[in-house]
Structures are given as structure tokens and as C-alpha cells.
């Protein structure tokens, strides 16, 4: 079967890319630090999650024209698909909608940290680069704290916002990298900007896209789930999954990365029905845009 929605292309985009100046990351524990999952071990519902047949062969194609999605669900969620060949955007209305990203934006923090050091002609020391792996692929907040530092905090936000192109973006109040609020759209934006080269740098986005085919555990859930288990490892993604208490919500946000798209996805809901609520939201979005690309 042809590879629909296999490995990107990381594409080098030309130019000089203005990074506000940070000092070397220093770590003061290797520990790996989860987010608080709560009801993380909680099984994704099956019913949401509705089967896809996969042809034997057929055409790379994106649902472009997708408008809606139908999933029963509770709270909220709404999702974006760009086609990044043609930078053709679709979704529903509500995609410009923000919430917070919780551990989705450590994709942007690695990117940051990666492509600012190369702007300095700092070569990241191995210890930096184990934690950029950390950060990604088992989303230590321990070393997102340390690299957000680095980057500058909120400083960061304005570089994404200004690099990626992002509409709806903006840094959290209170500062943190964890409520960092983005909109679906955006998140596909950021995805096209890791993919292109924009966000990483010519020398670092392989590396960075490798991290982020690499996520495992808690982590690996959501939106590549829904592709054939031979396809998913092409498929670069980085999820967040959060309880807010303040809120007494359930956040849940969804990146993927493939051939010539990227999807973004966020849900809120009511905070006790956990991570696996929202998990099987991203896996379903996944499943419906496959059945409506006729895959």
C-alpha cells in the first residue's frame, strides 16, 4: 500500500531566523518529570473510536473540503487539518478557538532552544540534547522548565507567534509555558513551521522530527492511533494532557505531523473523565479525516 500518511520531508527553508539571545541550559536534575495524569490509566472510551478500512492502494489525497466532524462527546473540541502543499486550511468554525496546549508546546521550546543555539554557533553539549530527547519523547517538564528559562519564557511565544505565522497564539498570563494558548489552526501552523524547516533551523529539524516519531508512553497517543501500526512511526506528533483544577477541566491537545499535512487537535472537558477521554477524541478526529480521504 502506498504510504499516505507517512515520514516528512524536512524541508530547509532559507533565511535568518531572529532568536533573542539566552544562556546555556543548565539542568539541575536529570529526573524525568510526568504530567499529573490523573485518571491517565483510565481505558480510552471504544465507542468513540470508529474503525477505518485501509485500501490495498491508492493516491495520496487530504480531506481538504472537511468541515465537521460528529463525535457524542461532552465539554469541547474542535480540530484543523492544513495541507501543506497547497497551505490549504479546512476545519470547522470554531478551529480559531484557543485553550491551552500543556505539553504539546515542548515541541515549539525544543525548536526554539535548537535553532536559537545555532544562530549563536553554539553546538548543543550532549547533556542538552539527551534532555531535548527527554522533553519530546517522554515530556519531562523538568527539562521544559530549564529550556523555557533558556529561550527567554514568554519571549519564546513571540518568536513562534512571529516565525510559524501563527494568528490566535498567545503566552500564558501567569507566564508559564503550560497554558501557553494556541487554536487548532495554529497547531497545524506550528507543525508546517517544525516541518519546513522554520522552527528548528536547517541543522536541527531531522533531529527534532526524530524526537518527536520517537514519542512513547503516555505520550503516544491521539491522532497517529488511528493510522495502520506500520504507518505510525513515520508520523511525527507531540500531545499535552492536563488536569486544571482552577478550571475543574480536562485539557487535552493533539499535534501530528505526515506527508504534505499536519492536524491539530484540542478538547476540554469535565476534569474527571481523565486523559483517555480526550486521547480517544484525537484518534477518532484521526480516523474520520482518513475515512473522508477515502483511506
Known amino acids: ?67 465537521e466532524i460528529n463525535i457524542p ?4 473540541f474542535s ?7 497547497t497551505g490549504q486550511l479546512s476545519g470547522p468554525s470554531d478551529r480559531t478557538s484557543v485553550s491551552t496546549t500543556a ?66 497564539a498567545r503566552a500564558a498570563a501567569d ?8 487554536s487548532p489552526a495554529d497547531i497545524t501552523r506550528l507543525g508546517a513551521c517544525i516541518a519546513d524547516g522554520r522552527a528548528a533551523g536547517p541543522a536541527w529539524t531531522g533531529y527534532l522530527l526524530d524526537q518527536m516519531r520517537g514519542v512513547r508512553d503516555e505520550g503516544d497517543f491521539g491522532i497517529r492511533k488511528a493510522f495502520p501500526e506500520a504507518q505510525r512511526g513515520a508520523i511525527a506528533v507531540k500531545n499535552g494532557w492536563i488536569e486544571r483544577e482552577e ?4 485539557h487535552v491537545s493533539c499535534l501530528a505531523i505526515g506527508n504534505g499535512w499536519t492536524v491539530g487537535v484540542m478538547a476540554r472537558y469535565e476534569i474527571d473523565k481523565g486523559y483517555g477521554y480526550g486521547a480517544a477524541i484525537c484518534e477518532t478526529v484521526g480516523a474520520r479525516l482518513r475515512e473522508a480521504a477515502g483511506r
Open 247 to 250: 478550571e475543574r477541566e480536562y
Open 79 to 85: 480540530w484543523a487539518l492544513l495541507d501543506t502543499r
Open 1 to 67: 500500500m502506498t504510504a499516505i500518511v507517512g515520514a516528512l520531508a524536512a524541508i530547509c527553508v532559507a533565511g535568518t531566523l531572529v532568536w533573542a539571545a539566552g544562556s546555556p541550559v543548565v539542568f539541575r536534575s536529570t529526573t524525568r518529570s510526568r504530567p499529573h495524569l490523573g485518571a491517565a490509566d483510565r481505558v480510552p472510551e471504544a465507542a468513540l473510536i470508529a474503525p477505518v478500512a485501509t485500501p490495498a492502494s491508492g493516491p495520496e489525497k487530504l480531506p481538504v473540503k472537511a468541515t
Open 175 to 182: 507566564g508559564g509555558w503550560s497554558r501557553t494558548l494556541l
Open 73 to 76: 462527546h461532552s465539554g469541547w
Open 103 to 168: 505539553s504539546l508546546i515542548k515541541a515549539w521550546i525544543g525548536a526554539d532552544f535548537l535553532r536559537g543555539a545555532a544562530e549563536q554557533g553554539r553546538t548543543p553539549s550532549a547533556d542538552d540534547l539527551d534532555q531535548v530527547e527527554s522533553m519530546i519523547r517522554d515530556s519531562d517538564n523538568e527539562a521544559a522548565a530549564a529550556f523555557w528559562a533558556a529561550n527567554g519564557e514568554t519571549a519564546s511565544i513571540g518568536r513562534l507567534i512571529s516565525i510559524c505565522r501563527l494568528e490566535n
